[in-house]
């Protein structure tokens, strides 16, 4: 009943949006757009997509490893799954995949990968809303809310590299307790283990591990935290990019910083736990109140948006469709391969 529910309501909030954009001005538009396509823009703008998903496994490798080695093939299907799941199943469910395919693939601890994707989605956050002043400062008029955007923008922007100081501190001052308190849970294991008491034997054995891996990811190197954030920035810029082509393609009045903003306004919304089907509805609405507002006529917003959203879609779900029919062997461990932080 609980599903039915959830989809009933995902798909209330997509009619809803649709209801609103889809103006008989625009329904008239939507015929003549599907003939003058540009197909050379929406085919580069499909292929930087693609891109942006090889970049996503790559940012998971590096926060999973500790080191900048490049994504493996299951690493670059679970990135494209996790994309796939986001937009098939409503109020970002999908995200809940990520764990169980790190566990499946690799072998991972659930709370272990969880803490990946949770630092991952805090970097997302803080990159796109970055992106979002940085770009509302090109489209405001007065140089006050210039100036404000712009600094609002390299503030936020530099909030992750802030994470880099506080691992060395943790890994400084609560590494050294938590390796010990990892020993002693090792040891106290042992002991169970010679009489006879097995679940608590795992119990314990899986409190040490936890308690080492907090150690380790705490004292992730700072120039990994930095090539982190470089990521983060290299992926959204990436999108913004393909928005900038799939805008010009379709219509002929949403300029780069316009394109910027209602990509950066369209993820934010995306990111929320209100998305309707296929991801068809707060997006698309945050990219129309965000380009217009930068002067953007409303038809030509909607179509922007519903053109960018296209691209997406069929991108996430032929990618993620063949990496979810690909059945990539099982690998042996990431830590037994390469070094884990």
């Not at 965000?290 to 909607?302: F, L, N, S």
Request: with cysteine; proline share 5%.
């Amino acid at each position: 009943m609980r599903r039915v529910l959830t989809a009933l309501l995902a798909a209330a909030i997509t009619a809803l949006c649709l209801w609103v954009l889809l103006t008989p001005q625009v329904l008239i538009a939507l015929g003549r757009v599907r003939a003058e396509a540009k197909p050379a823009p929406l085919l580069a703008a499909f292929l930087l997509t693609a891109l942006v998903q090889w970049l996503r496994a790559w940012r998971f490798a590096v926060l999973t490893t500790g080191r900048a080695a490049l994504p493996d093939a299951p690493m670059v299907a679970i990135a494209c799954k996790l994309n796939f799941l986001n937009f098939v199943l409503p109020f970002r469910l999908g995200e809940l995949g990520y764990p169980a395919l790190m566990r499946q693939q690799y072998g991972h601890g659930l709370l272990r990968s969880a803490g990946v994707l949770l630092i991952a989605r805090l970097f997302d956050l803080t990159t796109v809303l970055a992106i979002l002043l940085g770009s509302a400062a090109l489209a405001v008029h007065s140089a006050a809310g210039q100036v404000a955007c712009a600094l609002g923008a390299l503030m936020v922007g530099l909030l992750p590299l802030g994470l880099a100081g506080l691992g060395t501190a943790l890994a400084t001052r609560i590494g050294p307790r938590l390796a010990g308190l990892a020993q002693r849970l090792s040891r106290g294991g042992a002991r169970w283990r010679a009489n006879g008491a097995a679940d608590r034997t795992g119990r314990l054995a899986s409190l040490g591990a936890s308690a080492d891996q907090v150690v380790r990811l705490a004292a992730l190197g700072r120039s990994t935290f930095y090539l982190v954030v470089l990521l983060g920035f290299a992926i959204w810029l990436l999108f913004g990019l393909a928005a900038i082509l799939v805008a010009a393609a379709v219509v002929d009045t949403v300029g780069p910083g316009a394109a910027l903003l209602g990509a950066a306004a369209g993820n934010l919304a995306f990111a929320l736990p209100v998305n309707g089907l296929a991801g068809l509805g707060p997006a698309q609405a945050a990219w129309v109140v965000a380009t217009t507002w930068a002067g953007v006529p409303q038809p030509d917003a909607v179509l922007s948006a519903l053109g960018l959203h296209a691209v997406v879609l069929s991108n996430a779900l032929l990618l993620g469709g063949l990496a979810m029919l690909s059945g990539l062997a099982r690998r042996s461990p990431l830590s037994q391969r390469q070094s884990s932080p």
